[in-house]
């Protein structure tokens, strides 16, 4: 039961252009979203987090959207940089009051972005 | 900011044997710690979540007698593969969490270990 899911496992776009990278969750108990940056061999590297309380969240060129109501949220990098290339994991935790704080991750999403 | 140390990087070890994976929080003290199992091209799927100075809690379908899970400190937890197999081999990460949380929620993971057994 996947409760966490990037549907699209990867993703192509310009230089200078807009990656969406997209999210939904069916647990409606999360209430704090991650988004995580990956290389191969590499742990996850923290991007910008949300909490359920707000709908987006800005930190330079990273913005995140949820839309609790869709149980949807998207990552949004503009403009997009060759080094911006990498995976990409959505991770959301249901226990923000209480004492087991694990994160459900997605599959990640694959990103590529071209010169 | 908050930095997690684990090693080894990488290892190579024979079929039967155990491989010990540590994981540390170099500047905070974590309370709780978390494993991490990766395959390729697949999601982080968490074994177990360790406390300091409990037994650790393992996620369904995880062998406990298998994976070992020792948190003796505020610093400090290991991950012992035990008599590991080839269908052992995969890429370990682990995680902490300051209880100081911040924006990300306090999570700091590893680097990342990437076991396998021949």
């Known amino acids: 039961d996947q409760q966490v899911k990037q549907n699209s496992p990867s993703l192509s776009v310009q230089e200078g252009r807009i990656s969406i990278l997209n999210c939904d969750y069916t647990?409606?108990?999360?209430?704090?979203f991650l988004w995580y940056k990956k290389y191969p061999a590499e742990g996850p590297t923290f991007l910008i987090s949300?909490?359920?309380?707000?709908d987006k969240n800005e930190d330079g060129r990273f913005t995140v959207f949820l839309n609790k109501s869709a149980k949807h949220l998207s990552l949004h990098i503009v403009p997009s940089q060759p080094g911006d290339s990498a995976v990409y994991f959505c991770a959301a935790s249901g226990d923000s009051g209480g004492s087991n704080y694990k994160l459900t991750f997605g599959k990640g999403t694959l990103l590529t972005v071209n010169p | 900011g908050a930095v997690v140390s684990q090693h080894p990087s990488r290892v190579i070890c024979k079929s039967g044997t155990s491989v010990k994976i540590e994981c540390r929080s170099l500047d905070f003290q974590a309370t709780t710690m978390f494993w991490y199992r990766q395959f390729p091209k697949q999601s982080l799927m968490l074994m177990a979540t360790?406390?300091?100075?409990?037994?650790?809690?393992?996620e369904q379908g995880v062998e406990k007698d298998k994976f070992l899970i020792n948190h003796a400190s505020l610093t400090l937890s290991t991950l012992t593969v035990t008599s590991a197999h080839p269908e052992d081999s995969s890429f370990y990460i682990c995680?902490?969490?300051?209880?100081?949380?911040?924006?990300?929620?306090?999570?700091?993971f590893g680097s990342g270990t990437r076991l396998t057994v021949v």
């Open positions: 949300i909490s359920s309380i707000k």
């Open positions: 360790s406390n300091e100075g409990s037994k650790a809690t393992y």
């Open positions: 647990n409606s108990m999360f209430d704090y």
């Open positions: 995680s902490a969490r300051d209880i100081q949380q911040g924006s990300n929620y306090g999570y700091t």
